[in-house]
């Protein structure tokens, strides 16, 4: 049964700002997916919801700015991002990364901004976003700001987002997914239906003849207690030969990480994880950009 004791659904996001003002006990839902599940278990009883739901006309959707900035609106679902043309033709990385949560259902009513707002280390699209250097738009009755992702997170499910502020945007710039290419890698027990065992996201900008890795952005989901970018490993292997680069990359990448111990798998089998699942990103995102490896 569902603890609820309060439902309010806003009529714009100016309209979700005042009500989040206006109750110091309130708190955004979306899609639900994450939200509903904790107001069941009684994490959340006696929830006040401010349901931004039905909000598609301001945040929901895939748009490509004048600039060539992605903007994604935060309760666009995971499919809607999978399948956007926009999207497929600027951050595919990061459609594939939509289509791994849950299963069809879920994928259908998960939000991208409620995945990133949950700011689960587990989370599909932290990875990717925080490969892509993604910015996030928030706003509440005090005002706006911008939070780059990579000062987003602040330890396991928890943010530097404030109860009162909603996401309302989140954009890529053009020149953090032009010239690049990615793969996107979900390690679970099972195919679907499945939180990540660890998460792994490898971009790379190759050089002009397509041998040599011009630059690297390396990001893990579960390789930590938050999302994080390996800059070790990028450090390591930027400039190296495509082949010589995969062969170092893993080693590296294992200094980088710090993995838990936990029911799902161990710390040891996780770093074995991080060093095989760096290397096999690497070199199927370089061949997507036209490496012969």
Known sequence: MYDIESLY???????ACRALAEDPKAIVVAGGTDVLVKC????????????????????????????????????????????????????????????????PQLRVSGTIGGNVCNAATSADTASTLLAYGALLDVRSARGARTIPIGEWYTGPGSSVRERDEVLVNIRIPRANYEGWTGHYFKYGKRRALEIATMGC?????????????????????????????????????????????????????????????????????????????????????????????
């Open 9 to 15: 659904e806003a009529t714009s996001v100016d309209d």
């Open 40 to 103: 069941r278990e009684g994490k959340l009883a006696g929830a006040h919801l401010v349901s931004i739901h039905n909000l598609t006309d301001e945040l929901s959707g895939v748009r490509l700015a004048q600039d060539g900035t992605v903007e994604i609106g935060p309760t666009t679902w995971f499919h809607s991002v999978t399948t956007s043309p926009v999207a497929q033709r600027t951050v595919q990385t990061l459609c594939d990364a939509c289509d791994t949560p849950g299963g």
């Open 201 to 293: 996201c490898c971009l790379v900008r190759l050089s002009a003849d397509k041998t040599r890795v011009d630059d690297i952005r390396l990001a893990f989901g579960v390789a930590a207690p938050t999302p994080i970018r390996a800059r070790g490993a990028e450090d390591g292997v930027r400039g190296l030969a495509v082949a010589d680069a995969a062969e170092k990359i893993g080693l590296l990448a294992q200094q980088d990480t710090s993995p838990r111990d936990s029911w799902r798998a161990s710390r040891e089998f996780r770093l074995q994880l991080i060093k095989e699942m760096s290397r096999r990103s690497l070199i199927l995102a370089a061949r997507r950009g036209g490496a012969d490896i």
